[in-house]
C-alpha cells in the first residue's frame, strides 16, 4: 500500500493570534500498521479550541511540536486492521491528526456505531456533545429553576449545554459574540436570553439577563466574561471550567479575573475544571440519553461542516474568531484504498 | 439592672489599612434581655481577619456600618435569660459583638459546654478549629502521602490545619511571613517545610519545598501565594478557599491571580469556597475528634490571648499585621453583675 495522502504538518508555533502559515501542508506515504495499531481514513475532523491550546504547551496532552503532524480528534473508517478489536469497515475515533490516513494502536481509538448521518459521531454523539452532557450535570449540578449561564454558546460545546440546561428546567442564558448568534440563541434553540459580549462591558447586561443571580455558570472562556459571571454568582453556585478559548489565541494574560478567591469564599463556591475523558466510564448511559433527546426532538443537532481536507487550517483560524455555529468540522473526501 | 459597661462602635470604615482609631470607645448601658433573648458578659473576645472583610461590604453577614456596636465573635457566660434553653452560669457563643455585656436572641446562640481551660473554646474547639477540621477533610480531602500546602500557617486556622495534614500524614507545607515563624512551623509544629513568603517572590521557594507538587492547598490568603500554588497544583487537586486575607486590609486589588481558570481546566481542579457553618450538622463528631487529639498531644493548642477589653482595636490591627501566632483572643474581665 504505498499510496500518498495529505497531511498537515506544525510549521511555527503562533506567538499571537493563530494564521493558515503555522500550517504546512505535504505529502507523506500512508502508513503501514504496525501490530496492534489500526490503520484509519479519516472521514470528519473535528475542529476544537483545544487545538490552539495544545500549540501553546503541555496541557492534559503534550505540545503540539514544529515538524509534527497536527493533532486533532477525528472520526476515520478502518481500512485495515492488526488489533484484534477492529476490523475493515468499521468506525473509530480518537486523535488521528491532520491527515488523511493515520496508523494509531487500537487502544487509544473509541470504536463508533454507525448513525445516520455520521457527522453525529463528531458532534452530539462526539466529545463536543458529551462535554456538555458531563460537564452541566456532573460539574455544573443544575436543578429545575435555576439560573444557567453559558458562554461561547453558540459553539459546539455551549449551544448543547444550553439545550440541556433548557431540558431541565433551567433558565438558559447564553453568552455569545454578535447580535446574530445571540438572536439566533433565544429564536432558534429556545435559550431565555442571550448576552452580546462583544457589545461593550457586559456586567449590566449579564446582570439584566440574570435578575435572580446565576446558579451555574459552565464557562468556555474565561477573562472577562468568567469575572462577570463570578460577581454574580448565587450562594453555593457552580462554576464549570471546560475552556478559556480567551487566552489561547494570544500570549497568556497579564492577569486573571478579579474576585478570585474572595467571591469564591464568600459565596462559597465551586469552580471545577474537568476533561471529558474523567467521566467515561458513564459514557454508553450519557449517548443513550443524548440520543433519545435528538429523537424527540428535544436537542437540535448544530453542525457547520466544511469540505475538504486542504480547508483545515483556515477552519481552525475561523473557528478561533467565533465564526461557527455549533459544532466544526471538516469532511475529508480522500480516496478509498484498495 | 441599669448599670453600664463598655463597648466599642465603628467610628469610621477604613478605605486603607485599619487603624485603631476606626473605634470609639463608648459607656453604654447594660443591655435588658426582651423575651427569647439571652444576656451574657463577654468573657474571650475573637480576634479574626474576617472582622475586616465585614467592613468592606456584605459578605455571608450584613456590613459592619459606621455607628454600630463592633461586631466579632466571642464567649460569654449567661447573666440572665429569658430563653428556654438558656440558664445563668452556662457557657455560650456567638456574634456578642465588642461589647462587655451583650442581649442576644438564644437561636443566635451556641451552646458551648465548659473545658479547662475556657479559651480554648474559641481556638481549637471554636470556629477556628472547626473551620480547619472541615476545610481541610471536607473540602480539601487530603490523603496520606500528599503535599498539602496551608497559606497563613502560622495563624489561628493555619497552624491546626497543618498539625491535622500531618496526622493524616500528608507532607505539610506551611507558608508565612519571616523566618522566626517559618522555623517555628517546622521545629515546634513539626510542618515538613516552611516558606517565607516576605523573602521575595516565592514561586521557587515554594517549588522546592513541594518537589512533588501540590495535591491540596488550604488558601488563608488568595493574591500572590494562590497564583504561586496554582501553578503547582497537581492533576485533580483541591483547593480549600477560606479566606483571602491578603486583599482585606487595602482597597480591592485590581486584579486577580493568573491562570484562572486556564490552570483550573487543564489540571482539572476543584477550587471551593467555605464556611464552618456548611458542616454544622457534624459539629459533635468533629469536637470528639479534635478533643481526641488535643489529649493524645498530636495538636499542639497555640492561643495568643491579650488583656483587656480596651485593647481590642489594637490587637485587630496587630492581626492583619501578622502579629500572631496562633488563635488571637481578648480577655475581658468585665466585673460581674449581681
Not at 104 to 127: D, F, M, N, W
Not at 141 to 160: D, I, M, R, W, Y
Request: proline share 5%; with cysteine; charged share 20%.
Amino acid at each position: 500500500m504505498s499510496q500518498t495522502q495529505r497531511r498537515f504538518v506544525v510549521a511555527r508555533v503562533p506567538t499571537g493570534a493563530l494564521t493558515a502559515d503555522c500550517f504546512r501542508l505535504e505529502d507523506a506515504p500512508v502508513p503501514e500498521p504496525k501490530e496492534g495499531e489500526v490503520l484509519l481514513r479519516s472521514l470528519y475532523v473535528s475542529l476544537d479550541a483545544a487545538n490552539r491550546a495544545w500549540m501553546q504547551g503541555a496541557t492534559y496532552r503534550a505540545a503540539v511540536e514544529p515538524g509534527s503532524v497536527m493533532a486533532g480528534g477525528a472520526l476515520g473508517e478502518v481500512v485495515a486492521s492488526r488489533h484484534p478489536q477492529f476490523k475493515p469497515g468499521e468506525l473509530a475515533s480518537g486523535d488521528l491528526g491532520w491527515q488523511e490516513y493515520s496508523a494509531v494502536p487500537g487502544k487509544a481509538l473509541l470504536k463508533e456505531t454507525r448513525v445516520e448521518p455520521l457527522s453525529h459521531l463528531q458532534s452530539v454523539y462526539g466529545i463536543t456533545g458529551l462535554t456538555a452532557y458531563f460537564g452541566l450535570l456532573e460539574v455544573g449540578q443544575p436543578k429545575a429553576g435555576e439560573t444557567l449561564v453559558v458562554s461561547a454558546a453558540a459553539g459546539a460545546v455551549g449551544n448543547v449545554v444550553g439545550q440541556i440546561g433548557k431540558i431541565l428546567g433551567c433558565r438558559v442564558v447564553g453568552v455569545a459574540g454578535g447580535d446574530a448568534k445571540c438572536h439566533w440563541l433565544t429564536e432558534t434553540l429556545g435559550f431565555d436570553a442571550a448576552v452580546d459580549y462583544k457589545a461593550g462591558p457586559m456586567y449590566k447586561s449579564l446582570k439584566a439577563a440574570c435578575p435572580q443571580g446565576i446558579d451555574v455558570y459552565f464557562d468556555n472562556v474565561g477573562g472577562d466574561v468568567f469575572e462577570a459571571a463570578l460577581f454574580q454568582m448565587n450562594a453555593r453556585g457552580r462554576i464549570a471550567c471546560c475552556g478559556a478559548v480567551s487566552g489561547y489565541d494570544s500570549a497568556p494574560p497579564p492577569h486573571g479575573p478579579r474576585g478570585v478567591p474572595g467571591m469564591i469564599v464568600v459565596k462559597r463556591l465551586t469552580v471545577r475544571g474537568f476533561i471529558v475523558m474523567d467521566f467515561f466510564a458513564r459514557r454508553a448511559a450519557a449517548l443513550a440519553q443524548l440520543q433519545a433527546w435528538v429523537r424527540d426532538g428535544k436537542i437540535r443537532v448544530v453542525e457547520d461542516v466544511i469540505d475538504g481536507f486542504e480547508n483545515l487550517p483556515q477552519a481552525l483560524v475561523g473557528l478561533l474568531h467565533g465564526e461557527n455555529r455549533g459544532k466544526r468540522m471538516v469532511k475529508v473526501r480522500g480516496q478509498v484504498l484498495h
